[in-house]
Structures are given as C-alpha cells and as structure tokens.
C-alpha cells in the first residue's frame, strides 16, 4: 500500500538557519506529492504541492522537489523565522483517481530567536 | 468565504460514552472528507462524502463510528460507545470538485478517559 516516511521531530532551529525536513514514500504509478502545515490551533493548510517527477513546489520560501528516483520530497527553506514555527506533514495522493490523502507522520519545527 | 469549521474544538469523555463530532463545509463543497490524527502517528483517512452519498468509507475503523451528511450540508461523526483508543484529533476537510482545492477545519480534539 501507499505510505508516507518523515524524520523524526522535533526539529529545533534558530532564526536564520537552513531547513531541511526529509519525506520518503512508497506508492504505485506517478503520485502527487504535498506538503501540508498546521500552525498552532489552527488547521492543515497546504503548503506546496508537485504532480510530476522533477516539479519544485514553492510556497512562502519553502521548496521541495519530486525526486522519482530516490521517491522523495523533502521539503527545505534557506532561513527560517519564528512564525515557521508548526507542525509539516507530507502526503501524497495516489494516481489511481481517487482523492484521499496518505500522510507521514508529520514533523514538529520549533525556531527560536 | 467562511472556512471549513468544526465543533467542539475539545471534547472529553468517559470510556463508553458517547459523542457527536460536527463539521460545516466551505459553503457549495460537495466533497466533505474525515480524517484522523491518533497520538504521534499518522493523519489517517476515514472517509469521504459526495454530498449526502458516501463515496469512500474504507477508513472507518469499526461500527462504532457512524457518519451522516444529511441533505449534503453538514456532517456529523459519532462515536458510540467511545474506547480509549479513539482519543485524538478529528479532522474534516471539504473541496468543491478538485482534489487539490482541500480545506481543512481546525480539528475536534477528543480525549477519552
């Protein structure tokens, strides 16, 4: 079946600092991949997303690429801020025509000043 | 437009009582969709509506969990009678015909005890 694979958080950074949140996955066909981030008390907001092999999603200073030959999509930033501070979740939604999502397991980023 | 609301935004219970999750779609979003988040482990799929129609249920985990969208408006999970490993955070999410057009609510946080 289809799953998701994230590094373990959580992740603690200072101001500035570069990003990088790794994301595996096991799936069949060309899946989408995604990057979701849920603030505190809020809900899932999705971040970027990539469709095709080699696709950068980019959203607000973040990046990730589809990588089909590794099956990853880690998602990175060159220096981040305290309000990154969340939780990001990588999931993907297989091609097989259906629109539910399977995440990872998601991946808590705490900035510090 | 409003967002995709849910209710209560916390709930606690007592091992075998019963409880009524609520979520209110994007007004016009036909696709309403369930997931949840157990402790440190994945968002997982429950279960996706097409206005009053349940597309998908394959996430549900067992027949004490019954979702209803009367009229394609609203939609209701409830958990009858309620385990302790049912204690997490509900997700709704609702999209008008577009998979990547997903909104998520805040999330009902359920804690049994």
């Known amino acids: 079946g289809n799953s998701v694979t994230q590094m373990e958080g959580p992740v603690t950074l200072s101001e500035e600092a570069f990003l990088t949140i790794n994301c595996t996955y096991t799936?069949?066909?060309?899946?989408?991949l995604f990057w979701y981030v849920q603030y505190p008390g809020e809900g899932l907001q999705l971040l970027l997303k990539a469709t095709k092999a080699d696709d950068k999603g980019s959203n607000k200073g973040f990046e990730a690429t589809y990588r089909k030959e590794t099956t990853s999509f880690h998602l990175e930033k060159g220096s981040v801020q305290v309000s990154d501070s969340a939780v990001y979740f990588c999931?993907?939604?297989?091609?097989?025509?259906?629109?539910?999502?399977?995440f990872g397991k998601g991946t808590m980023l705490l900035v510090s000043p | 437009e409003a967002g995709v609301t849910q209710f209560p935004s916390h709930s606690v219970i007592e091992k075998g009582q019963t409880v009524t999750l609520r979520c209110d779609p994007i007004s016009g979003h036909d696709n309403l969709y369930w997931y949840r988040r157990v402790m440190g482990k994945e968002i997982k799929f429950l279960l996706h509506?097409?206005?009053?129609?349940?597309?998908?249920e394959s996430g549900m985990p067992n027949n004490r969990f019954l979702a209803e969208r009367t009229g394609g408006t609203y939609s209701t999970l409830k958990v009858q009678p309620a385990e302790l490993e049912d204690s997490g955070v509900y997700f709704c999410?609702?999209?008008?015909?577009?998979?990547?057009?997903?909104?998520f609510g805040s999330g009902t946080r359920l804690t049994v005890v």
């Open positions: 999410a609702s999209s008008r015909d577009d998979y990547y057009g997903y909104t």
């Open positions: 799936a069949t066909g060309y899946p989408s």
């Open positions: 509506f097409v206005k009053e129609s349940k597309q998908d």
């Open positions: 999931a993907l939604r297989a091609d097989s025509g259906y629109s539910t999502l399977t």
